[in-house]
Protein backbone atom coordinates (compact mmCIF):
# COMPACT_ATOMS: atom_id res chain seq x y z
CA UNK A 1 0.00 0.00 0.00
CA UNK A 2 1.45 3.52 -1.13
CA UNK A 3 0.22 7.04 0.63
CA UNK A 4 0.56 10.12 -1.51
CA UNK A 5 0.43 13.50 -0.28
CA UNK A 6 -1.92 15.96 -2.01
CA UNK A 7 -0.55 19.63 -1.31
CA UNK A 8 -2.49 22.86 -1.92
CA UNK A 9 -0.25 25.84 -2.36
CA UNK A 10 0.25 29.13 -3.95
CA UNK A 11 3.06 31.07 -5.36
CA UNK A 12 5.87 29.10 -5.07
CA UNK A 13 9.20 29.18 -6.87
CA UNK A 14 11.26 26.50 -5.71
CA UNK A 15 10.85 23.15 -4.17
CA UNK A 16 11.76 24.05 -0.54
CA UNK A 17 8.36 23.86 0.52
CA UNK A 18 8.66 19.52 1.22
CA UNK A 19 11.66 20.22 3.22
CA UNK A 20 9.79 22.56 5.04
CA UNK A 21 6.34 20.20 5.33
CA UNK A 22 9.20 17.47 6.03
CA UNK A 23 7.60 15.12 3.18
CA UNK A 24 8.59 11.68 3.64
CA UNK A 25 6.21 10.13 0.79
CA UNK A 26 5.04 10.26 -2.67
CA UNK A 27 3.49 13.65 -3.07
CA UNK A 28 1.39 16.00 -5.71
CA UNK A 29 2.15 19.22 -4.90
CA UNK A 30 -0.51 21.79 -7.07
CA UNK A 31 1.02 25.30 -7.18
CA UNK A 32 -1.69 27.89 -8.13
CA UNK A 33 0.47 31.05 -9.31
CA UNK A 34 1.08 32.75 -12.78
CA UNK A 35 2.46 30.13 -15.21
CA UNK A 36 1.46 26.44 -16.28
CA UNK A 37 4.48 23.94 -15.98
CA UNK A 38 4.84 20.53 -14.73
CA UNK A 39 7.92 19.14 -13.02
CA UNK A 40 8.62 15.34 -11.92
CA UNK A 41 11.46 14.30 -10.15
CA UNK A 42 12.69 12.34 -6.51
CA UNK A 43 12.94 13.83 -3.58
CA UNK A 44 14.16 11.35 -0.30
CA UNK A 45 13.75 8.60 -2.46
CA UNK A 46 9.51 9.37 -3.18
CA UNK A 47 8.34 10.81 -5.94
CA UNK A 48 7.32 13.79 -6.45
CA UNK A 49 5.29 15.64 -8.71
CA UNK A 50 5.02 19.35 -9.10
CA UNK A 51 2.17 21.31 -10.87
CA UNK A 52 2.32 24.63 -11.43
CA UNK A 53 -1.02 26.38 -12.61
CA UNK A 54 -2.36 29.93 -13.07
CA UNK A 55 -5.67 29.32 -11.46
CA UNK A 56 -7.07 30.17 -8.51
CA UNK A 57 -9.53 28.27 -5.90
CA UNK A 58 -8.65 25.64 -3.31
CA UNK A 59 -11.28 23.04 -3.87
CA UNK A 60 -10.11 23.41 -7.84
CA UNK A 61 -6.75 22.58 -6.49
CA UNK A 62 -7.73 19.99 -4.46
CA UNK A 63 -9.56 18.37 -7.31
CA UNK A 64 -6.45 18.72 -9.68
CA UNK A 65 -4.60 16.67 -7.03
CA UNK A 66 -6.75 14.22 -6.64
CA UNK A 67 -7.93 13.78 -9.98
CA UNK A 68 -3.85 12.83 -10.91
CA UNK A 69 -3.75 10.71 -7.30
CA UNK A 70 -2.24 7.00 -7.86
CA UNK A 71 -1.23 5.97 -4.22
CA UNK A 72 -3.49 3.80 -2.81
CA UNK A 73 -4.38 6.00 -0.13
CA UNK A 74 -4.50 10.17 -0.26
CA UNK A 75 -3.46 12.46 2.29
CA UNK A 76 -4.93 16.10 1.95
CA UNK A 77 -2.79 18.75 2.58
CA UNK A 78 -1.89 22.67 3.30
CA UNK A 79 1.30 24.31 2.94
CA UNK A 80 1.11 25.09 6.23
CA UNK A 81 1.52 21.64 7.58
CA UNK A 82 4.58 20.06 9.02
CA UNK A 83 4.74 16.14 9.50
CA UNK A 84 5.69 13.92 12.22
CA UNK A 85 8.59 11.71 10.68
CA UNK A 86 7.22 8.62 10.75
CA UNK A 87 3.35 10.06 9.45
CA UNK A 88 3.49 7.81 6.56
CA UNK A 89 3.58 4.43 8.43
CA UNK A 90 1.01 5.64 11.09
CA UNK A 91 -1.26 6.51 8.09
CA UNK A 92 -0.79 3.05 6.39
CA UNK A 93 -0.61 1.18 9.66
CA UNK A 94 -4.25 2.77 10.49
CA UNK A 95 -5.86 1.69 6.90
CA UNK A 96 -3.78 -1.86 6.83
CA UNK A 97 -5.02 -2.48 10.50
CA UNK A 98 -9.04 -1.19 9.59
CA UNK A 99 -9.78 -2.59 6.05
CA UNK A 100 -13.24 -1.56 6.52
CA UNK A 101 -12.31 2.63 6.99
CA UNK A 102 -12.88 4.54 3.56
CA UNK A 103 -11.81 7.54 5.15
CA UNK A 104 -9.62 8.07 8.17
CA UNK A 105 -9.19 11.92 9.81
CA UNK A 106 -6.19 12.34 11.87
CA UNK A 107 -4.99 14.50 14.98
CA UNK A 108 -3.16 17.46 13.22
CA UNK A 109 -2.32 19.84 16.15
CA UNK A 110 -2.77 23.74 15.79
CA UNK A 111 0.18 25.77 16.79
CA UNK A 112 -2.26 28.94 16.78
CA UNK A 113 -4.20 29.01 20.04
CA UNK A 114 -6.86 31.28 18.01
CA UNK A 115 -7.51 29.22 15.53
CA UNK A 116 -7.84 25.48 17.10
CA UNK A 117 -8.36 22.72 15.03
CA UNK A 118 -10.42 19.94 16.36
CA UNK A 119 -8.98 16.49 17.63
CA UNK A 120 -10.22 13.19 18.78
CA UNK A 121 -8.83 10.70 21.89
CA UNK A 122 -10.26 7.75 20.61
CA UNK A 123 -10.58 5.70 17.67
CA UNK A 124 -14.28 6.80 16.73
CA UNK A 125 -16.96 5.95 13.82
CA UNK A 126 -18.41 9.58 12.14
CA UNK A 127 -22.12 10.03 10.83
CA UNK A 128 -23.74 13.63 9.91
CA UNK A 129 -24.16 14.64 13.84
CA UNK A 130 -20.31 14.49 15.08
CA UNK A 131 -18.18 14.88 11.51
CA UNK A 132 -18.23 18.34 10.80
CA UNK A 133 -15.43 19.98 13.37
CA UNK A 134 -12.53 18.29 11.20
CA UNK A 135 -10.64 19.77 8.34
CA UNK A 136 -9.25 18.99 5.41
CA UNK A 137 -5.46 18.17 6.06
CA UNK A 138 -7.01 16.12 8.48
CA UNK A 139 -8.14 13.66 5.63
CA UNK A 140 -6.79 10.45 4.37
CA UNK A 141 -9.23 9.08 2.00
CA UNK A 142 -9.02 5.34 0.10
CA UNK A 143 -8.06 6.43 -3.83
CA UNK A 144 -10.29 3.63 -5.26
CA UNK A 145 -13.75 4.43 -3.06
CA UNK A 146 -13.20 8.15 -4.06
CA UNK A 147 -13.27 7.03 -7.49
CA UNK A 148 -16.08 5.00 -7.16
CA UNK A 149 -18.36 7.30 -5.69
CA UNK A 150 -17.28 9.97 -7.67
CA UNK A 151 -16.24 12.28 -4.82
CA UNK A 152 -14.85 15.74 -5.20
CA UNK A 153 -14.48 18.90 -4.08
CA UNK A 154 -17.33 22.02 -4.58
CA UNK A 155 -15.76 24.94 -6.22
CA UNK A 156 -18.11 26.78 -5.11
CA UNK A 157 -16.70 27.20 -1.48
CA UNK A 158 -13.39 27.45 0.36
CA UNK A 159 -10.62 29.79 -0.51
CA UNK A 160 -10.80 31.50 -3.70
CA UNK A 161 -14.28 30.82 -4.58
CA UNK A 162 -17.75 32.51 -4.25
CA UNK A 163 -18.50 30.98 -0.49
CA UNK A 164 -15.71 31.77 1.58
CA UNK A 165 -15.54 28.51 3.15
CA UNK A 166 -17.07 25.06 3.93
CA UNK A 167 -15.40 22.53 1.12
CA UNK A 168 -14.11 20.44 3.63
CA UNK A 169 -17.48 20.11 5.53
CA UNK A 170 -19.22 19.58 1.73
CA UNK A 171 -16.17 16.83 0.77
CA UNK A 172 -16.99 14.69 4.29
CA UNK A 173 -21.11 14.76 3.47
CA UNK A 174 -20.54 13.80 -0.02
CA UNK A 175 -18.60 11.00 1.33
CA UNK A 176 -21.49 10.07 3.85
CA UNK A 177 -24.04 10.54 1.83
CA UNK A 178 -22.11 7.77 -0.83
CA UNK A 179 -21.98 5.31 2.34
CA UNK A 180 -18.21 5.46 2.81
CA UNK A 181 -17.47 4.30 6.15
CA UNK A 182 -15.23 7.41 7.79
CA UNK A 183 -13.43 6.91 11.40
CA UNK A 184 -11.55 9.79 13.41
CA UNK A 185 -8.08 8.48 14.78
CA UNK A 186 -6.32 9.55 17.85
CA UNK A 187 -3.10 9.21 15.98
CA UNK A 188 -1.12 12.25 15.36
CA UNK A 189 0.29 13.11 11.88
CA UNK A 190 1.80 16.62 12.25
CA UNK A 191 0.90 20.46 13.10
CA UNK A 192 -0.39 23.06 11.18
CA UNK A 193 0.67 26.80 11.94
CA UNK A 194 -2.75 28.53 10.78
CA UNK A 195 -1.18 31.60 11.19
CA UNK A 196 -3.30 33.47 8.84
CA UNK A 197 -6.47 32.85 6.48
CA UNK A 198 -6.62 33.14 2.69
CA UNK A 199 -10.69 33.60 3.26
CA UNK A 200 -11.37 34.23 6.97
CA UNK A 201 -11.82 38.38 7.02
CA UNK A 202 -13.46 38.21 10.49
CA UNK A 203 -17.36 37.99 11.54
CA UNK A 204 -19.11 39.54 8.61
CA UNK A 205 -22.39 40.05 7.41
CA UNK A 206 -20.77 37.89 4.35
CA UNK A 207 -19.50 35.11 6.79
CA UNK A 208 -22.79 34.54 8.00
CA UNK A 209 -24.76 34.67 4.72
CA UNK A 210 -21.91 31.99 3.46
CA UNK A 211 -22.47 29.98 6.35
CA UNK A 212 -26.43 29.93 5.66
CA UNK A 213 -25.54 29.17 1.67
CA UNK A 214 -23.61 25.78 3.69
CA UNK A 215 -25.78 24.98 5.21
CA UNK A 216 -28.40 24.68 2.07
CA UNK A 217 -25.78 22.06 0.86
CA UNK A 218 -25.48 19.76 3.58
CA UNK A 219 -29.03 19.53 4.10
CA UNK A 220 -32.04 21.46 1.90
CA UNK A 221 -34.44 19.85 4.83
CA UNK A 222 -32.49 20.23 7.88
CA UNK A 223 -30.92 24.20 6.67
CA UNK A 224 -32.99 26.77 9.43
CA UNK A 225 -32.28 24.40 12.05
CA UNK A 226 -28.35 24.35 11.37
CA UNK A 227 -28.40 27.88 11.03
CA UNK A 228 -30.04 28.16 14.62
CA UNK A 229 -27.80 25.25 16.25
CA UNK A 230 -24.93 27.65 15.06
CA UNK A 231 -26.11 30.90 16.34
CA UNK A 232 -26.57 29.16 19.58
CA UNK A 233 -24.05 26.94 20.27
CA UNK A 234 -20.87 29.57 18.88
CA UNK A 235 -22.90 32.63 19.84
CA UNK A 236 -19.88 33.17 22.41
CA UNK A 237 -17.42 33.40 19.67
CA UNK A 238 -19.20 36.13 17.31
CA UNK A 239 -20.97 37.99 20.25
CA UNK A 240 -18.98 41.05 20.37
CA UNK A 241 -19.51 41.47 16.53
CA UNK A 242 -23.01 39.56 16.45
CA UNK A 243 -25.90 38.66 18.52
CA UNK A 244 -27.20 35.04 18.05
CA UNK A 245 -30.24 36.63 16.31
CA UNK A 246 -28.68 38.87 13.97
CA UNK A 247 -26.17 35.89 13.25
CA UNK A 248 -29.10 33.37 12.42
CA UNK A 249 -31.04 36.20 10.49
CA UNK A 250 -28.21 36.62 8.18
CA UNK A 251 -27.99 32.80 7.59
CA UNK A 252 -31.35 32.62 6.73
CA UNK A 253 -30.74 34.97 4.14
CA UNK A 254 -27.85 33.44 2.84
CA UNK A 255 -29.75 30.13 2.43
CA UNK A 256 -32.28 31.85 0.56
CA UNK A 257 -29.87 33.50 -2.02
CA UNK A 258 -27.92 30.36 -2.57
CA UNK A 259 -31.40 28.97 -3.47
CA UNK A 260 -33.17 31.89 -5.59
CA UNK A 261 -29.62 31.70 -7.56
CA UNK A 262 -29.76 28.27 -8.85
CA UNK A 263 -26.88 26.79 -7.47
CA UNK A 264 -27.52 22.92 -6.79
CA UNK A 265 -28.48 22.31 -2.86
CA UNK A 266 -28.17 18.55 -2.11
CA UNK A 267 -30.49 17.28 -0.23
CA UNK A 268 -29.89 14.55 3.03
Known sequence: ????????????????????????????????????????????GRRIKFFSFAERGVGLSRNTA??????????????????????????????????????????VISTNKERGIHTTSKWTRLHFYNCFRYGTVQIAIRTEQARKSNISFSLLFGGGAKYC?????????????SRMRIYASPQTIGTVTQAE???????????????GALYVCLSKRWTKL???????????????????????????????????????????
Open 1 to 44: MNLQVLVSTMHQTDHSLLEKMNIHSDAIIVNQCDKNEFEEFEYK
Open 66 to 107: LVRATGDVCLFADDDVTYVDNYRDIILKEFNDNPQADVIIFN
Open 165 to 177: CGEDSLFIADCLK
Open 197 to 211: STWFKGYTDKYFIDK
Open 226 to 268: LCLQFAVRHRKMFEEHKTAFRAYTLMTIGAKQFKGRGDKAQEA
